[in-house]
Each structure stands twice: as structure tokens, then as C-alpha cells.
């Protein structure tokens, strides 16, 4: 009888960026072999990754390191964009001002689609999955999309999203089990990264 297990989904963001985000870095592509080397004995039966060359590549280089290489997909939902577009009433008073013109800057699209292509990120990434099995799945991505998921799981209003960051090749695992609410397991653990490959990506006033 088929009935639902849980899921583990691994949420890496990609590795430095080049300036023009065209590729990664020296020190991006050893941030990802690393990665790779930290979820070697981990049971992924699956990669994705956004369509942008920073997390493709990153994907790439995690999955040479695995040892038994998953089915490694695409997706849209998995990229970049601005999840969600926040109310001025929603947001902290004194803070609404500074963050709408944060995300202002953001390019039309990235604003425009971002919120159904999150909506389909959570339809294709969480919750528990049918069948007896778990399931481990690894999503290689961006800052934005973790910070969004991240939220979900926490029943944290859709807005704060913002404020959540991570640095690059770090790693959230977030579980969803049936009958029970989704557990972050940990959250942007560099823990796999030596002093000089991390916070990379990070805002420079709260790293530690």
C-alpha cells in the first residue's frame, strides 16, 4: 500500500560569482567542490538547479563528487527572481521605506514573475512526497529562493523572506514529515568550508 514519507530537502546556494555573475570564481568553484565533498555520503536522489551559469556549474561540481551521481535537472522555480512583493502596510514601520526601495531595484522581471515562480518552488520542492520512501533531494540555488523556503517552513509571514541570508555553498536542510510541521534541521552552515572560503556572498556587517 502506497502511503506518504517524508522529504529532505538539502538547499545550497551557488558558489561566488564572477562580477558579471557570468561563471564562478576560483574561489566559487572550490566552495562547491567542497560542498559536493560534504554531501558525498548524503542519499540525494536528486540535484536541481536555476537555469542562471553560476548554479548550473555549482551543480555540476557538487555532482562530480558524489558517489553515485542523482538525476540532475533545470528548473525555472529553482532561479532567481524576488519571491515575493511585499505591502508597505506589512512591513516594519520604521524599515518599509529603505526595503521597497531595495527591491525597486530589481530588475521588472525578476519582480513581475518572481512571486508565481515561488508559489511553484513550493509546490515542487516541500511537503512530504507520496509513497513509502524518503526522499533527498538537493536544490542548488540562490539567495532568495532559500530565504523563501526557509520562511514557509517556519509559518513566517510571506514578507521575511527578506532579512534572511545566506552565503555562498553554505547549506539548509529543511524536513517535512507527514502529520508534523517542517523542521530546519540547520541553516547556512558553512561547517564543509575552511575560514577562507566563508561568508562569501554574506552582508559584510553580519557575518561573525
Same mark, same amino acid.
Given at each position: ?36 565533498? &560534504? ?10 538547479? $536555476?537555469? +542562471?551559469? %553560476? *548554479? #548550473?556549474?555549482? @551543480? ?51 519582480r513581475e514573475r518572481g512571486p508565481e515562480l515561488a508559489e511553484a518552488a513550493l509546490t515542487r520542492f516541500t511537503g512530504p512526497v507520496a509513497?513509502?520512501?524518503? &526522499? ?10 532559500? $530565504?523563501? +523556503?526557509? %520562511? *514557509? #517552513?517556519?509559518? @513566517?509571514?510571506?514578507w521575511r523572506w527578506m532579512g534572511l541570508n545566506h552565503a555562498n555553498a553554505a547549506l539548509t536542510v529543511i524536513r517535512y514529515a507527514p ?30
Amino acid at each position: 500500500m502506497t502511503g506518504t514519507a517524508a522529504r529532505c530537502l538539502y538547499l545550497a546556494r551557488h558558489g561566488e560569482a564572477s562580477a558579471d555573475e557570468s561563471t564562478l570564481t576560483d574561489t566559487g568553484r572550490r566552495q562547491a567542490v567542497l560542498l559536493g565533498e &560534504r554531501l558525498r555520503h548524503a542519499p540525494l536522489t536528486a540535484v536541481h538547479h $536555476g537555469p +542562471l551559469p %553560476r *548554479a #548550473a556549474q555549482t @551543480a555540476r561540481l557538487v555532482c562530480e563528487q558524489l558517489d553515485a551521481v542523482p538525476l540532475v535537472q533545470a528548473s525555472e522555480p529553482a532561479g532567481d527572481y524576488v519571491p515575493y512583493l511585499p505591502r508597505r502596510e506589512e512591513l516594519p514601520p520604521r524599515s518599509a521605506d529603505a526595503m521597497l526601495d531595495r527591491l525597486s531595484r530589481f530588475p521588472a522581471e525578476e519582480r513581475e514573475r518572481g512571486p508565481e515562480l515561488a508559489e511553484a518552488a513550493l509546490t515542487r520542492f516541500t511537503g512530504p512526497v507520496a509513497g513509502d520512501e524518503p &526522499r533527498h533531494e538537493l536544490v542548488v540555488t540562490h539567495n532568495f529562493l532559500i $530565504g523563501w +523556503l526557509v %520562511r *514557509a #517552513a517556519l509559518d @513566517a509571514p510571506k514578507w521575511r523572506w527578506m532579512g534572511l541570508n545566506h552565503a555562498n555553498a553554505a547549506l539548509t536542510v529543511i524536513r517535512y514529515a507527514p502529520d508534523r510541521p517542517a523542521s530546519v534541521l540547520f541553516y547556512n552552515d558553512t561547517g564543509h568550508l575552511p575560514d577562507g572560503l566563508r561568508w562569501t556572498g554574506f552582508p559584510a556587517e553580519l557575518r561573525v
